[in-house]
Nanobody, 122 residues
Framework: QLEMKESGGGLVQPGGSLKLSCVPVGFKLGLYSIAWFRQAPGKEREGVALFSGTDATISYKDYVKGRFTMSLDNTKNTVYLQMDSLKSEYSANYYC???????????????WGQGTQVPVSE
């Protein structure tokens, strides 16, 4: 299993920003594909952003385009998710996951940590 550890969550007001971090446990990011997911209470987990280890591109789900930015720092072996202009509907537990499959698809990511909670509220 490719374990990832998320951090950086916390209460944020609507319109605010937050930057999440994620580090691999016991391995280097290297050529793995990495994805951010979220899961709101009572809903299924859904993809947010995906970094392809095949061609080093990042793709976003439509509902976060222009608001979220995913980045990787290989020198720090860390993945980030910058979230701006947050709305209450973005409240969720956020997860990151790694996959060795190339090219990656969302369903390739199936190993989950505890995630980090992001409540967006006044």
């Amino acid at each position: 299993q490719l374990e990832m550890k998320e951090s950086g969550g916390g209460l944020v007001q609507p319109g605010g920003s937050l930057k999440l971090s994620c580090v691999p446990v016991g391995f280097k990011l290297g050529l793995y594909s990495i994805a951010w997911f979220r899961q709101a209470p009572g809903k299924e987990r859904e993809g947010v952003a995906l970094f392809s280890g095949t061609d080093a591109t990042i793709s976003y789900k439509d509902y976060v385009k222009g608001r979220f930015t995913m980045s990787l720092d290989n020198t720090k072996n860390t993945v980030y998710l910058q979230m701006d202009s947050l709305k209450s509907e973005y409240s969720a537990n956020y997860y990151c996951a790694a996959s060795p499959v190339h090219p990656p698809v969302w369903s390739d990511f199936d190993s989950w940590g505890q995630g980090t909670q992001v409540p967006v509220s006044e």
